[in-house]
């Protein structure tokens, strides 16, 4: 199986390439907090796509995941002469709650009268888009917090696997929403100062938005190299019941679900070149996946970086948004630097990458640990 194209609409702007070079020099593409009218500090930084360009709302939405999904298409070499009726949809996201709040807004501007919330389902949402790319395949989508879009990379993987489509478009959308950034306001888990991912003085998350795609498809039969860069060798879930919001310290469920996906894929530990960490900026997160790599590796810990200082944590679509960031940076030749990390933790014993490095070939991990004990991780080779 390989990633036989990507897309990406980001803080940074429109298209995959947008965020190579914001990224290998360590800048946020964060502003401050408007428009949402939320007893917050101005000032909080949050990651916004163009509001211009992808208003809040279904239209918006719907404009960054064809923008996205379009990208996604043209680097597999589709274009709209090609048939995609073998092609199945799985959507990883929760921006409908995002899109209500965005239609009660102004409906309110215009009337002054409170509306019930005019919810979307993430079903209806994908079929549309399904219908406009003419996918006929099957539609799924995927609400598993944090690790929602690294799920759905998982179940497009496993439908075509069992035959069930051909080929399979992977989407994680998300949009800010202030139910979410109240939510976890009232958790004391927004930084003020900016996500910090396994730094010493931490203090907790960046939210974000954002769209990825990834256009999934099985090698062709007796062509190894099929001109493909990124083989998806494999990976893993699992849900850890440690506790209702927070992660186990130990790391245990972290190191399993990595172990998992090492194992699924077929790889041994020593194999993996460098580690996309989930890397949160919140200090139990943090510590428990610090301590789940050092349970999996070992001494000899990866290389590994966090990217929400510079994207934020774009929460259900982080797994599409974060692996596609990722993978531009590799094919621009290095791993990116951790942007926010300033001081080591000794508590954590393991530091993120700092300067960027140069992006070896060889295979790469992916973890994505959500809200609620929600954990994914991938592997995928590059080069």
């Known amino acids: 199986m390989c990633v036989g194209g990507y897309g990406l609409v980001s803080c940074y702007g429109t298209g995959a390439q947008a965020v190579v070079e914001p990224l290998r020099a360590r800048r946020p593409g964060s502003a401050p907090l408007t428009g949402l009218q939320l007893p917050l500090p101005e000032a909080l930084p949050v ?22 999904a379009h990208e996604a298409l043209t680097m597999a ?10 092609c199945a ?5 929760t921006g409908s709650l995002a899109i209500a709040e965005a239609e009660i807004r102004r409906v309110w501007e215009r009337t002054g009268v409170a509306t019930a919330l005019p919810v979307t389902s993430a079903g209806a949402m994908a079929r549309q888009l399904a219908t406009t790319l003419g996918l006929d395949g099957p539609v799924f989508c995927l609400a598993t917090a944090c690790a929602s879009s690294a799920n759905a990379l998982l179940v497009a993987r496993d439908l075509i696997r069992r035959g069930q489509a051909r080929r399979a478009l992977v989407i994680g959308a998300e949009r800010l929403s202030a139910i979410t950034l ?4 009232s958790l004391l888990l927004l930084d003020p100062a900016g996500c910090r991912p396994f730094d010493a003085a931490r203090r907790g998350l960046q939210l974000g938005e954002g769209v990825g795609a990834l256009w999934l498809e099985p090698v062709p039969a007796g062509h190894a190299d099929s001109g493909r860069r990124h083989r998806f060798h494999g990976g893993a879930n699992l849900c850890d019941t440690h506790h209702m919001t ?6 245990g469920a972290m190191a399993r679900v990595m172990q998992a996906a090492l194992t699924q894929a077929g790889v041994a530990a020593e194999e993996i070149v460098a580690i996309k960490a989930h890397g949160t900026g919140s ?4 510590l428990a996946e610090a301590a789940a790599m050092k349970t999996v590796f070992g001494a000899r810990v990866p290389p590994f970086t966090g990217l929400k200082r510079g994207l934020g944590h774009t929460l ?20 990116p630097p951790t942007a926010g990390f300033e001081a080591f933790d000794p508590a954590l014993g393991v530091q993120p990458l700092v300067p960027a490095q140069d992006a070896p070939a060889g295979i790469y991990l992916y973890n994505f640990f959500g809200f609620g004990g ?7 080779g590059h080069g």
């Open 316 to 335: 259900a679509a982080c797994g599409a948004v974060e692996t596609v960031a990722f993978l531009a940076c590799l094919d621009a030749g290095f791993i």
């Open 182 to 185: 109240s939510g976890f306001q």
């Open 89 to 93: 949809l799985v959507l990883g996201g």
């Open 374 to 380: 929600n954990y994914g991780t991938l592997v995928i």
């Open 246 to 251: 927070s992660a186990s310290p130990d790391g």
């Open 47 to 68: 990651n916004r796509m163009d509001p211009q360009r992808y208003p809040a709302g279904m239209a918006g939405t719907q404009a960054a995941m064809l923008a996205a």
């Open 77 to 86: 070499g589709l274009d709209r002469t090609h048939a995609l009726t073998d």
């Open 283 to 286: 200090a139990d997160n943090d």
